[in-house]
């Protein structure tokens, strides 16, 4: 059971360049969420998906696209990279079933540099 | 504007002793409010959370108090370990019907000495 994992851990672009961060959960949550990091600003929400097919903006969605084809696959899109997405990058899902899960698991990250 | 705060970024505690960790919040519509852990180079990990409805959940050397009038929620870890220095970020929801989604505070970083 490998729960929440994130492909890749480390990337360095350019700016213009564009690339795509995978999430994979194997816990079969519904619901899934792509944060950023930055110093002293704890954790903001970019997207999330309530469901396969289904996505939401979150706190600082500009710049970002995402997709949700499969149940355990959320995919974060960088088309332009700007050097304000220099951050880390994390993953995570809830169980989002009948009962209450407000719990969100959380991969282990990607950082990216724009240069 | 920040719905959720921790207005101490650094926490220093000598090992064996008590470390309180605080959080605010302004949203009244939070109703379940989650503390995790974070180690360099990882995600964060869920440590333990609280329901609106108590004012106090405990798991071992974790207790998470909950003042809904004061909109506050404390962190106590006793005794501390050197294994606890970590950062630590308090997060709220308002559950499923808005996906779930979880605010954070900005983080403490705790520096346990032995």
């Known amino acids: 059971n490998a729960g929440v994992t994130q492909t890749p851990k480390f990337r360095v672009l350019k700016t213009g360049q564009s690339m795509t961060l995978l999430c994979a959960q194997d816990?079969?949550?519904?619901?899934m969420y792509w944060y950023r990091q930055d110093p002293g600003m704890g954790l903001r929400l970019i997207h999330y998906?309530?469901?396969?097919?289904?996505?939401a903006k979150g706190e600082v969605p500009d710049g970002y696209n995402v997709s949700r084809l499969k149940k355990q696959n959320f995919l974060l899109g960088l088309e332009s990279a700007a050097p304000s997405q220099t951050s880390v990058y994390f993953c995570?899902?809830?169980?989002?079933?009948?009962?209450?899960?407000?719990?969100?698991?959380f991969g282990p990250g990607t950082r990216l540099t724009v240069l | 504007d920040q719905q959720v705060k921790q207005n101490s970024p650094s926490l220093s505690v000598q090992e064996g002793r008590i470390s309180i960790l605080n959080c605010d919040y302004t949203?009244?519509?939070?109703?379940?409010f989650l503390w995790y852990k974070k180690y360099p180079a990882e995600g964060p990990t869920f440590l333990i959370s609280?329901?609106?409805?108590?004012d106090k959940n405990e798991d071992g050397r974790f207790t998470v108090f909950l003042n809904k009038s004061a909109k506050h929620l404390s962190l106590h870890i006793v005794p501390s370990q050197p294994g606890d220095s970590a950062v630590y970020f308090c997060a709220a929801s308002k559950g499923k019907a808005a996906g779930n989604k979880l605010t954070f505070g900005g983080g403490t970083r705790v520096l346990v000495k032995p």
């Open positions: 949203n009244s519509m939070f109703d379940y």
């Open positions: 998906s309530v469901g396969e097919g289904t996505t």
């Open positions: 995570a899902s809830s169980y989002g079933g009948p009962v209450r899960g407000d719990t969100q698991y």
């Open positions: 609280i329901s609106s409805i108590k």
């Open positions: 816990m079969n949550h519904e619901y």
